[in-house]
């Protein structure tokens, strides 16, 4: 063949210490980028993935921080690739699945939401991966009757066997909606020490979880016993640590200046999760951001503890 066209290997760059890894079927975490690169103010976002890596690290496994650089997946990234992502003036696009593909194609670079991440963690054979929050149903803008819009989070779960460790999803969204969709994928929500789903910035979304788990063997297990019958992901949703948890008053204010915010000028999109993310860092004077923080370096933990557990299953 004399053309140059790309073949998949050149697309996929597995970082070596991540091919390794999975090729000694050793615990790797798959870690996002779109919450570094549009969830979280420049800066802050780099100590925040640097601290990710390591939580990822302690708890004994590889992390996989993945982004679309230059066409291509990059599964693992440099510290000078790990800038990049988080540098506004990279100007990365926010890609979900629909946009990952066109991408690779045509050269570009952008930060990988849940669906991007969770296809291209699943395309090298990582399982487990872990974010801030997923992305769900939206609620109908005011005096709209309903909304198509439906984070491709929720679809990609649906055929994907990926365990996703979140915080639950944020209250700006229709939550029970989503749990609806996602039961309708046939993709179980597990409660880590909780009965509750959570919300994100709170604990408690009150709705129920449909199961509980208490350590990361039995989330471990559950995941393994769902992969031998079923070709969806699984949701291991972690609430916030209690004392990040933001206050409720607080909470409630934000959202509810947030949502006026988006009504007002008319956000639509891919762009409601950043400008509502901005807004609560802004109006809150960074006490989200410790939040945001908080709760997805506890979730690259607890997912870093059941790819533990999951590959002391499988050996
Ligand atoms: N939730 C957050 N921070 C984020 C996101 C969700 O608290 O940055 C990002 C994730 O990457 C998620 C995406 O996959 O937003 C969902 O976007 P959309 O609703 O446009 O599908
Ligand atoms: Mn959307």
């Not at 699943?122 to 974010?131: H, R």
């Not at 509810?256 to 993310?277: I, N």
Request: proline share 7%; net charge negative.
């Amino acid at each position: 063949m004399t053309s140059a066209s790309p073949t998949r290997r050149d697309r996929l760059a597995v970082a070596a210490e991540v091919a390794d890894a999975l090729a000694l079927r050793h615990p790797v975490v798959a870690l996002e980028s779109t919450l570094l690169s549009h969830g979280l103010p420049p800066g802050r976002n780099l100590a925040v993935a640097r601290r990710l890596e390591r939580a990822v690290r302690d708890a004994g496994a590889v992390p996989a921080t993945i982004a679309v650089l230059d066409g291509r997946a990059m599964i693992g990234l440099t510290p000078a690739e790990l800038d990049r992502v988080c540098d506004p003036d990279a100007g990365l696009a926010k890609l979900s699945l629909r946009d990952v593909g066109p991408a690779l194609g045509l050269g570009r670079s952008g930060a990988t939401t849940v669906a991007g991440t969770a296809a291209l963690a699943d395309a090298v054979g990582i399982g487990v991966f872990a974010t801030g929050g997923l992305g769900g149903v939206h609620l109908p803008a005011p005096g709209e009757p309903g909304t198509w819009d439906v984070s491709a989070d929720l679809g990609v779960l649906a055929r994907t066997p990926i365990l996703v460790v979140c915080s639950g999803v944020k209250s700006v969204l229709d939550i029970p909606a989503t749990l609806e969709v996602l039961e309708t994928h046939s993709v179980p929500v597990l409660g880590y020490r909780t009965d509750h789903f959570p919300a994100f910035y709170r604990r408690s979304s009150g709705l129920p979880v449909p199961l509980r788990v208490d350590d990361p063997g039995q989330a471990a297990a559950a995941v393994a016993a769902h992969r031998a019958l079923a070709g969806s992901g699984v949701v291991l949703a972690n609430p916030i640590p209690p004392e990040a948890e933001l206050d409720a008053a607080l909470h409630d204010r934000l959202l509810t200046e947030g949502m006026a915010l988006l009504a007002e000028r008319g956000v639509r999109g891919s762009a409601v999760t950043p400008v509502l993310l901005e807004h609560f860092h802004t109006a809150s004077g960074g006490a989200s951001l410790n939040a945001n923080e908080e709760l997805v370096v506890a979730n690259a933990r607890l997912a870093a503890e059941v790819a533990v557990r999951g590959a002391a299953m499988s050996e």
